[in-house]
């Protein structure tokens, strides 16, 4: 059984552009969630697929979208990048019934530095 | 939003037990208690979950309180590679499609 994956490991955009994140979940595992982590704070909740729909989000922009894939793969879209969008992003992927229940298993992240 | 108390960060010796501390005053009869740990430079890590009775797994034991107010997780003989941010979460399993809600945690700081 293979992990979670994330790419890039790293990234530099300018501010006012757009960037992709990807994430590769477990195999079998139906719902991933993204999560924001700015240096020295804790992970926060950006939005959650079930299924290949978004059927859960927490207080972040419209400009922050994402996709999931037949394949167990997503992405986190970022459009029109601020400079508080650097951080580290995550994703988390769970069996069926979501965070609350099932065990997240998280992917090492991708650290986006936006100037 | 759901809300966790815990110390800023702890320090123990390698081979003791480390019990870390977690307050969760405004919990309700149906949220479960989560831990995850962060070790440098890696995504969190589950570690546990409870609701009402105590629980016990390879990586740790978590003790919770009779009224579920606070909770310990307890790491039996703490190693080099116990040194993490320890998180512990609680919120509600009403069904809806929310994401953990981490705050600062503990950060664990093992000598050796």
């Known amino acids: 059984e293979t992990g979670v994956t994330q790419s890039p490991t790293h990234l530099i955009k300018t501010r006012g552009q757009q960037v992709t994140l990807r994430c590769s979940s477990q195999?079998?595992?139906?719902?991933v969630s993204w999560y924001q982590q700015a240096l020295g704070q804790g992970p926060q909740f950006i939005f959650q697929?079930?299924?290949?729909?978004?059927?859960g989000r927490g207080n972040f922009p419209p400009r922050f979208s994402g996709l999931q894939f037949p394949n167990y793969s997503s992405e986190l879209n970022v459009n029109a990048l601020e400079l508080d969008d650097s951080a580290l992003y995550l994703c988390?992927?769970?069996?069926?019934?979501?965070?609350?229940?099932?065990?997240?298993?998280f992917g090492p992240g991708t650290r986006l530095t936006v100037l | 939003d759901a809300k966790t108390t815990q110390p800023n960060s702890m320090e123990s010796n390698e081979e003791e037990p480390v019990h870390l501390p977690c307050n969760h005053s405004?919990?309700?009869?149906?949220?479960?208690i989560h831990w995850y740990r962060q070790l440098p430079s890696q995504g969190p890590e589950y570690v546990i979950h409870?609701?009402?009775s105590n629980v016990n797994n390879r990586m740790a034991s978590l003790a919770i309180a009779e009224d579920r107010k606070s909770s310990t997780l307890i790491l039996h003989r703490a190693t080099l590679r116990d040194a993490a941010v320890y998180y512990c979460?609680?919120?509600?399993?009403?069904?809806?499609?929310?994401?953990?809600?981490f705050g600062k945690g503990t950060h664990l700081i093992i000598q050796p």
């Open positions: 405004t919990i309700s009869g149906t949220d479960y």
């Open positions: 988390a992927s769970s069996l069926d019934q979501g965070p609350l229940v099932d065990t997240q298993y």
């Open positions: 409870g609701l009402t």
């Open positions: 195999s079998g595992h139906n719902t």
């Open positions: 697929y079930y299924r290949e729909e978004e059927n």
């Open positions: 979460i609680h919120q509600s399993s009403g069904g809806g499609a929310d994401g953990l809600t």
